[in-house]
């Protein structure tokens, strides 16, 4: 499997694709920069976020930054085009934002960044979701969350990947008391737990070895299992 995906990587790499990363602030979008810059698969890598990174790393150097305004997306089309693949992994939670500032954040801003990109001749958009995902719920993350998967699906990629990981087992520098309880329960019992916890290493590891694949699907999800078995995580730590 390891060679197998080497020779992907290496094919890959000789297309000179493109790709940006919504969200590389966040934990999950962090660590999905990481992995990218160390597999060497893009030629070039952009990040749209609200402000300027600062990195130590000199092979941060290398990177192309647009600062954009969320609420005036449209003004800043020329920033999402001439990308073969998007990742998104933008996200925040009602206690930060409120229900509206959640609903905007992790719909209106995800889809519109999304129908920029695919305007812009994006191929590939792979969508950071959760677990339990679904527009029909009556729980307001999980209809938001199914909700933007839908009407990102109706765009029509050439290929849309969505992933649901569970509770993710990674260490957020902003305060999320209840998450951070769940994840040092889900640790403690990764073996009976581990299809409702995941490594965000491991997702993103699944995130960037997906895009090296062709599924037969247009549209696909990945659950929590799915994430693990392609990320290379057996067991949750």
Request: hydrophobic share 40%; aromatic share 8%.
């Amino acid at each position: 499997m390891a060679e197998d995906m080497k020779t992907l990587e290496e094919s890959f790499r000789q297309q000179n694709n493109s790709c940006f990363i919504l969200g590389a602030s966040g934990e999950t979008g962090r660590l999905l920069l990481q992995e990218l810059l160390e597999r060497n698969i893009f030629s070039k890598i952009t990040l749209i976020g609200r402000r300027q990174l600062t990195f130590e790393d000199k092979v941060h150097e290398t990177l192309v930054q647009e600062v954009v305004d969320f609420e005036k997306l449209d003004d800043y089309a020329a920033a999402f085009q001439g990308h073969d693949v998007g990742y998104c992994c933008l996200g925040t939670t009602r206690a930060k934002a409120g229900a509206e500032g959640f609903i905007r954040v992790d719909h209106d801003y995800v889809l519109k960044s999304a129908e920029l990109a695919k305007a812009g001749g994006c191929k590939q958009f792979h969508l950071e979701s959760s677990r339990g995902a679904d527009k029909n719920s009556n729980f307001l993350y999980l209809k938001v969350k199914g909700q933007v998967e839908a009407d990102i699906e109706a765009l029509s990629f050439d290929r849309f990947a969505i992933y649901r990981p569970g509770v993710l087992l990674v260490d957020r520098q902003e305060s999320r008391p209840a998450e951070w309880m769940a994840r040092k329960f889900l640790s403690a019992f990764s073996a009976v737990f581990s299809s409702m916890s995941i490594p965000g290493q491991v997702v993103v590891k699944a995130m960037v070895s997906n895009t090296l694949l062709q599924p037969e699907q247009k549209t696909e999800i990945l659950e929590n299992k799915a994430i693990i078995n392609l990320g290379g995580g057996n067991t949750v730590k």
